[in-house]
């Protein structure tokens, strides 16, 4: 069993197809083919169910994806740490941040970064706190940034709290609490909101502010992207409530304090498995815990 057929496993499991497989990993097809079908061979199982219209993991090929993941990053994992060992900073930096992080400018630190360590390929996932909280204790990702309510911390991996910010009401410029100096939850409770998805850390926030003071309120657009939300609210099709840090960046909408407002913690993560040589260069970059250096690009930190 060798580790370039585990890459050309991984790499049809993703694309569903050998085709796109065998350009991704800079072969031919038939090349990749015959390594998969050796390594089936030696497993005595199929890995792959194949159709003249697709490609799917078999039973077997479904157990055998996760741990080939493994022995992959596992063989990156050793070559950074023998490069780390002779003063070089190899391998990978996988980021996961959420939409609305406003305590690290990511894009100035991840140009610095590349900057300093050409060799590392960096990767970036933008997703839920959760889900990016769960893919750093997995090993998906290196490092996450965070934006839980005060009353949750992440689990299962190692945090520190960057920094604090209030919550604000956006509204489009002609809404009419546009030129209000200061609102309370209750004046916007009568409001259609467009917010995150249930259940999400961006959301909850809210959801516990609205409950905690015997409001309801009428969600009535749910969206992933912070962005689209904001154009959403734009538009004057709703209100939202945002960090304030945030939302004073994002055009065509106005802010407005909210004088009972929650309050969001943002968070940088890392594994408590170990850091690769690559997270812990991004940490010390950034004056996290990991490195040596002074703060760098974190708000509040």
């Known amino acids: ?127 839920a706190s959760e889900e990016l909280a769960e893919q750093v204790g997995e090993g998906v990702l290196d490092v996450a940034f965070l934006g839980l309510p005060t009353t949750a911390r992440p689990e299962g991996v190692e945090a520190r709290e960057l920094a604090r910010d209030r919550l604000v009401a956006v509204v489009a410029p002609d809404h009419p609490l546009a030129g209000a100096g200061a609102v309370d939850l209750r004046a916007l409770a009568s409001e259609v909101f467009v917010d995150l998805p249930a259940r999400t850390a961006g959301r909850v926030q809210s959801d516990q502010a609205f409950t905690a003071a015997g409001l309801s309120r009428d969600v009535a657009f749910e969206v992933t992207n912070a962005d689209f939300l904001a154009r959403l609210v734009g538009q004057g099709l709703g209100v939202a409530m945002l960090p304030s840090a945030y939302a004073a960046r994002l055009p065509g909408v106005t802010t407005v304090e909210v004088a009972d407002a929650p309050a969001r913690v943002e968070y940088a993560a890392w594994s408590r498995g170990g850091r690769t040589p690559a997270a812990t260069a991004f940490l010390d970059l950034l004056g996290l815990p990991g490195g040596t250096g002074s703060p760098g690009g974190v708000r509040g930190a």
């Open 1 to 127: 069993m060798e580790l370039q057929q585990m890459r050309y496993v991984v790499a049809v499991a993703e694309t569903n197809s050998f085709t796109r497989a065998a350009e991704r990993c800079l072969v031919v097809q038939s090349a990749l083919s015959h390594q998969i079908a050796r390594l089936e061979k030696e497993l005595g199982a199929r890995l792959f169910e194949r159709t003249s219209r697709r490609v799917r993991l078999t039973s077997a090929g479904a157990a055998f994806l996760p741990l080939a993941r493994q022995c992959l990053d596992a063989a990156e994992r050793a070559a950074a740490e023998v490069a780390a060992a002779v003063g070089e900073v190899r391998g990978r930096l996988a980021v996961g941040l959420i939409p609305s992080v406003a305590a690290v400018d990511v894009p100035g630190a991840l140009r610095d970064f590349h900057q300093r360590y050409p060799d590392v390929r960096i990767s970036l996932r933008v997703g």
